[in-house]
């Protein structure tokens, strides 16, 4: 059962960094479509990681 709990945990962890890196270049002003190409993520999670302020 903890094995499961790790995974689950890296996953979000993973999730948390992609967006803190995503506002770190979005303030250095890397445009949002190429916040896309960098992170290989699409137009959505660009502006919802943009607009989170958690973490």
């Not at 250095?28 to 290989?40: I, N, T, V």
């Not at 999670?45 to 973490?55: C, F, G, L, R």
């Amino acid at each position: 059962m903890s094995v499961l709990w790790m995974k689950s945990t890296d996953a979000s962890n993973a999730g948390v960094e992609l967006y803190a890196a995503i506002r770190r270049v979005a303030r250095a002003g890397l445009s949002g479509r190429a916040l896309e190409r960098k992170y290989g993520v699409g137009r959505r999670t660009v502006i919802m990681a943009a607009a989170s302020a958690w973490p």
